[in-house]
């Protein structure tokens, strides 16, 4: 088993002591405390520092489940030894490097292709290593490292992404990290208001009506006020911010889609490319939804909407979604699921016609009644 150290000393270098800062109601160093003590390998979580206010505020908040201590244990053992200021480092990461740690040398992270973790393996002669700073003899900050204090070690690195690689030292630091938890809060936010939304939207998921239209994807349909497509009504499956694979997670893997209508329409790809995906994932995730209709249901008539372009939103690029489109045709075709191409929606920029928008991505009233006619031009070919 690998004890872990949580380094929390303060160092008068910084500007400010950060590690005591609030971050959306919680101290910066409680972030990567909670993700060590969710890792099952640690036989113990030390947190190591020479404040009172910090080893006070760490009782608090985690009581007997770390044992706080103002020096490294003198202990021959494996240690994985992280800053208290990572606030952005997670579980599965600590987990994986501790895997790919090998024994008998040192893991680090770096960024950057960082050289060195610190300027000398032990300070005045002592098995203690130096903080998790960016000194006068360092290259890079680092926000872990695994290795024995108490004998020889070789460097391997374990480079992290941008992201879990901030080690919070500066201003700017901080403001990076507020951000970066703010939109995930957002994201937690947003996975309970998907689920809220199915719990309401039950009924009409397990509705039985086989002369109807279905419609699912995400919340371009779901803000539809639309009750008939080419004289049959609709049941809007549709749910707010859902991506494909929430779609499969929460509602197909689950059996609540019924699949008895006449017609679905499907449309997603928008709350896809919002996330680091590739885009053959995308195409991949997408096309489960087709091939959990056509699995249930195989004379169903299924189209599949194009993802609509967007007009002036930072958080979606209208590149992808081209690139989206180029390979989601290609499947549908290959897959018999009928193409409703949008770019009649699209302004001689190739971006979401003004009047069609109300914020850049979301239809207005005209968008509705321009989509609702590309719908029922096919449905009527369809149907002949």
């Keep these: 088993m690998i004890k872990c150290i ?10 400010n002591e950060f590690l ?52 490294i244990p003198r202990e021959d053992a494996v240690f994985f030894m992280v800053s208290g200021r990572a606030v952005m480092l ?33 300070c005045e002669g002592s098995a ?35 992201k879990e690689s901030l080690v919070i030292n500066t201003g700017n630091d901080f403001e990076l990290a507020l951000i970066l938890k703010k939109k995930e809060r957002n994201v937690k936010l947003l996975r309970n208001s998907i689920e809220e939304r199915i719990r309401e939207k039950r009924e009409i998921l397990e509705a039985d009506l086989p002369k109807s239209v279905c419609l699912a994807g995400h919340s371009q349909l779901d803000n539809w006020e639309v009750e008939e497509l080419c ?18 997670e929460l509602i197909l893997n689950r059996r609540l889609l019924n699949v008895s209508s006449k017609v679905f329409v499907v449309m997603h790809g928008t709350n896809d490319i919002v996330y680091p995906y590739k885009v053959s994932e995308i195409v991949s995730g997408i096309m489960r939804t087709p091939d959990y209709i056509r699995r249930y249901q195989p004379e169903a008539k299924i189209c599949f909407v194009s993802c609509l372009h967007v007009n002036g939103r930072a958080d979606r690029s209208n590149r992808k979604i081209d690139e989206l489109n180029f390979e989601l045709k290609k499947r549908m075709e290959k897959s018999n699921i009928f193409w409703i191409d949008t770019g009649s929606m699209d302004d001689r920029f190739g971006c979401l016609r003004q009047e069609y928008t109300e914020d850049g991505l979301h239809l207005s009233g005209k968008g ?15 149907l002949q």
């Design 90 to 122: 997670t579980k599965e990461t600590i987990a994986d490097a501790i895997a790919k740690y090998k024994g008998g040398g040192y893991l680090h992270s770096a960024k950057m292709q960082a050289e060195c973790f610190m300027n000398t393996p032990f």
């Design 368 to 382: 509705y009644s321009v989509l609702k006619r590309l719908i029922e031009e096919r449905i009527e070919r369809l």
């Design 6 to 15: 949580i380094d929390c000393r303060l160092d008068k270098r910084l500007e």
């Design 128 to 162: 203690v290593p130096v903080s998790f700073l960016k000194g006068e003899h360092t290259i890079d900050i680092n926000a872990f490292f695994i290795g024995n204090f108490t004998k020889d070690f070789f460097e391997e690195k374990y480079l992290l992404n941008e």
């Design 20 to 71: 005591t800062l609030n971050v959306w109601g919680s101290p910066v160093f409680s972030y990567v405390t909670k993700e060590c003590l969710s890792v099952h390998c640690f036989d113990s979580v030390y947190l190591l520092t020479d404040s009172e206010y910090v080893a006070e505020s760490a009782k608090e908040l985690f009581g007997r489940k770390v044992v706080i201590v103002d020096q």
């Design 231 to 248: 004289g049959m009504p609709v049941r809007n499956c549709g749910i707010r911010g859902i991506s494909s694979f929430e779609y499969e």
